[in-house]
Nanobody
């Protein structure tokens, strides 16, 4: 079992920044690919970013590439998502997830573990 707890969400104006954190406990953190997804009002959960187990590789959704940065610190069992140049359309609940499947890591169904989510609201 892996337990994930997100934090760092909040209300920010368009153009602003936030840094989300996701702390893991339980099984070996470095053995997992870690992803961030988001779910806006009335929308399905969508892929945002993912980082491989030892941070050699990352992937981003087209909508956030160049504005968001995913990183991880295996010594702290933590994955981060830096959100810059935020837009109102980035408003959503942001979830972190853990999977062992790098090839399918952009798909929510491939994740075995999820956190409870943290709300990000961007005002115009």
């Amino acid at each position: 079992q892996v337990q994930l707890v997100e934090s760092g969400g909040g209300l920010v104006q368009a153009g602003g920044s936030l840094r989300l954190s996701c702390v893991a406990s339980g099984r070996t953190f470095s053995g997992y690919v870690m992803g961030w997804f988001r779910q806006g009002p009335g929308k399905e959960r969508e892929f945002v970013a993912v980082i491989s187990d030892y941070a050699r590789s990352t992937r981003y959704a087209d909508s956030v590439r160049g504005r968001f940065t995913i990183s991880r610190d295996n010594a702290k069992n933590t994955v981060y998502l830096q959100l810059n140049s935020l837009k109102p359309e980035d408003t959503a609940v942001y979830y972190c997830g853990a999977t062992i499947r790098w090839q399918a890591a952009t798909l929510a169904d491939s994740y075995a573990y999820w956190g409870q989510g943290t709300q990000v609201t961007v005002s115009s």
